[in-house]
């Protein structure tokens, strides 16, 4: 007879028929919009400028920037204790969940649940650093 368990012919087609619909998923994953990004950026603006500091630091220069470095700015305690330095993973991880990877940070946005979103945000402040508005950084 023919197997319908895990190790029989349809367990196997199954099997490989998920495998290679994830192979295809991750395949086809566009590359981030900075564009999108800039959009995405009103949200941030809200506290936050490019050039300049507002209630949150500027973002010109964020990328390989240590956490709580800026001189003159009032960062909480925990952003200047963090030790973390603006990679995009990091910054990634950061925008995530602020307040769970910075307890006590006084940015207290919930944060950017969606990936596409955050890789999007993340590509708009590297293309924004090589921009005029932060040539002066």
Do not use: N
């Not at 368990?5 to 290679?20: E, F, K």
């Not at 910054?91 to 990936?115: H, I, N, Q, S």
Request: proline residues 5%; aromatic residues 6%.
């Amino acid at each position: 007879g023919v197997s319908t368990g895990p190790s029989g012919a349809a367990g196997t087609a199954g099997l490989l028929a998920a495998v290679s619909g994830l192979v295809v998923s991750t395949a086809q994953a566009a590359p981030a919009d900075a564009d999108r990004g800039g959009q995405l950026y009103a949200r941030c603006a809200a506290c936050h400028a490019l050039a300049y500091d507002r209630v949150g630091p500027r973002h010109c220069g964020l990328i390989g920037r240590r956490a709580g470095s800026i001189a003159g700015f009032d960062y909480s305690p925990a952003m200047k204790r963090s030790g973390i330095v603006w990679t995009v993973q990091a910054l990634d991880r950061f925008l995530a969940e602020p307040m769970k990877r910075v307890p006590g940070t006084t940015m207290t946005y919930a944060g950017v649940d969606d990936r596409r979103d955050r890789a999007d945000l993340i590509a708009y402040l590297e293309r924004a650093d090589r921009s005029p508005a932060c040539a002066r950084k």
